[in-house]
């Protein structure tokens, strides 16, 4: 079976659907199912259900996903690693971002492959969704995440930035001609959240309620930032962002408004206590050598 085609299965196995599985691997909708088809035909079963309108793993399916989802995890690790090993790198950091600085942050990132050259790092942003479970299953050794983090399992590094607090509003929603924005008005409009994330860290980015006790109503669930913007563009929701974004994101549709009562945010090294290595102890030492940076 072509790798090629594995990565199809499991794409479709997680979207449940051929249109989205397609836009997202690049290639065509016919492609997809000729992949599908040939598998089927292979195995001797369906993987899958299809109606009009939905897209179903099959009890096959579910069996067959379950199996491949590590075997094919370890394929790419290894190519992975070989590629590296041809460049001369010995082990590699992958490091998920949150923020959106990436720009600001480049004076570690520089630092550390200054310092260390044997070691590859790989900076991604990362999505939204189950930001922990994320961490916790191997998809980035460090997380660059907004305090407090209170997670057993994690070790809390120092930290890289602190910034301030905007609102984004649509240009023409009914906040946008004010100088700033209270807390307490976050009430009046719906908001947006993301799936699986700790109440105690969600309520620290954006309270449940506002300081008179009235609930701030999350009415849309986002996975990036894409989304999110998409979603304040659009007259949807209202959004609150660190304020650095505003230097990244030049939006002739979007006001940017301060939220004086939102507290400054933090954002620091984050990773699995007991995934801790060289390569992440060197990171945490290149970022408390080179200090905290302000905005």
Known sequence: MELRDIEI????????????????????????????????????????????????LTEVGRQFRDDLQPVYAGLHQSLERARLAARGVTAQLRVGMLPFNLVDLHPYWKEFRARHPQWGLQIRQTTFTDVFGQLRGGAMDVMVAWLP???P????????????????????HPLAGRDSVPLELFADFPHSTALALPDYWEDSYLPFHTPRGRAIERVAVADNAD???????????????????????????????PVPDLTTMTFALVWRTE??????????????DLGVHRF
């Open 149 to 151: 983090v209170e997670e």
């Open 9 to 56: 299965f499991l794409v479709l196995a997680e979207e449940l659907h051929f249109g989205r599985t397609a836009q997202r691997l690049h290639v065509s909708q016919a492609r997809v199912s000729q992949a599908i088809k040939k598998q089927e035909r292979r195995i001797g079963a369906e993987l899958f259900t299809r109606t009009s309108r939905t897209v179903c």
């Open 227 to 257: 989304e999110l913007i998409g979603m304040v563009g659009m007259g949807e929701i209202i959004h609150s962002f660190p304020g650095h974004v505003t230097r990244y994101w030049g939006l002739s549709h979007i006001r940017w408004l």
């Open 275 to 288: 995934a801790e290595n060289d390569l992440v102890r060197a990171l945490a030492a290149t970022v408390r």
């Open 153 to 172: 399992d994690f070790t809390v590094g120092p930290t890289l930035c602190t910034d301030s607090r905007i609102l984004a509003v649509a240009a023409d």
